[in-house]
């Protein structure tokens, strides 16, 4: 498996998926084309429109990005491409179409078999074992909150340090993940805004210049720095 | 019908109900008994732990708290209370409890047969048509997101305000509450920390000292003041 798997798109003063291109230039060498899964629809953005902004995004590093939405048999698609981009939006919007339309199992036989893969956000929640810890609104109803599991833990991306000056009294993301915790037994990896995970065969590092927060059902929670292996 | 619906259990800086206490002394007048409904469990708390805290925290109103866990027939245990207050914590948890046993639709009707209600964040959510503008994590999933509908509009709770300052590019509360719009054509009123929703027969006021925000699918979102009818 060939995978990068981002917290965010964008980093605060730089323009969509532009920290991320040293790094996708050498992920995407070679590759002409990426098939692009615009079903997360951040802020109700049409197919149309969210595959034009990744195709803007991806300019400097491939030559054509084409939407999933366009394919008239999206099973195919999804086995035939090369490389594939699910972008973030809405967790629960993504999954319940990856699901309705029978695609969560395509899509992780495509991973495995060599598809080269980026997700970003929510396109990286779906990376975990289930989407339980994203930070999205149930804004529709999906058929199941199983995910592709090509990762044996689960990403919590845009990870947010609790705020000891806060006066507010809702919960912080810590206290969201434990409670996570508290009827799961699965392993949680906070990624903040900056960081990716790196999949190079069966070796997952942390990429990026901020360390992760990993929490571990039963432990305090940790952190481990850039370039370390994310093994569990 | 008679309900407070509130924003939050606990505003900075005071303890737990302190801040509704002057409210809650005249709703639960002449009443000698609450019945606590735990399910929403914030931090994994068991359901013991959870009425204690409820039993403490309306000390100053009422005689006796008991534990909706406690009985062996809870339907009937609804039907039967004069008072009920529905704690935080997590809304999945709690929507999937009640669906489950079969509470959603007798909890309805004993508030409507006039049972007092008091409801925080989590079991304010549930007085709204569907769970669908939460902020809390899927830890658990439930059989639907459809909620009690004593109100006819949703409510997010612990209402934030897009933080100019941030460097964090995660959604704002505003931008996923119009990314729910985009989808559904549910009203959404924002409830600042502080505030909450007084049901007096058919009439709904604001109260607290702070707006309201107030969400109407394809409008600018707009403030409403304190003692505004919330009338939609």
């Not at 991806?58 to 099973?75: A, Q, R």
């Not at 919960?171 to 990896?189: C, D, G, M, P, W």
Request: with cysteine.
């Amino acid at each position: 498996m060939q995978a990068i798997i981002a917290s965010t798109s964008t980093v605060y003063g730089s323009s969509y998926l532009e920290y991320l291109l040293p790094e996708l230039k050498t992920h995407f060498k070679n590759i002409d084309e990426v098939l692009f899964i615009p079903f997360a629809r951040p802020g109700g953005i049409s197919h149309d429109d969210y595959t034009a902004k990744a195709s803007e995004g991806l300019e400097p590093c491939v030559e054509s990005v084409i939407g999933l939405h366009k394919f008239e048999d999206m099973k195919e698609a999804i086995s035939n491409a090369k490389a594939i981009f699910v972008g973030g939006g809405n967790t629960f919007l993504l999954v319940k179409q990856l699901h309705e339309l029978g695609l969560m199992s395509v899509l992780k036989q495509s991973i495995e078999s060599g598809a080269k893969y980026l997700g970003t956000s929510a396109g990286s929640n779906i990376c975990g074992l289930t989407m339980q810890t994203t930070n999205d609104m149930p804004i529709v109803y999906p058929p199941s909150f199983e995910t592709l599991g090509i990762l044996n833990f689960n990403i919590n991306p845009h990870y947010l340090d609790p705020d000891s000056s806060s006066t507010h009294k809702g919960e912080t993301r810590e206290t969201r993940i434990k409670e996570f915790q508290s009827l799961n037994s699965t392993i949680v990896v906070g990624l903040r805004e900056g960081s990716w995970i790196k999949i190079n065969n069966s070796e997952n590092t942390l990429q990026g210049d901020l360390p992760a927060i990993i929490f571990e059902p039963g432990k305090q929670a940790y952190e481990l720095s850039p370039n370390s292996h994310l093994k569990f």
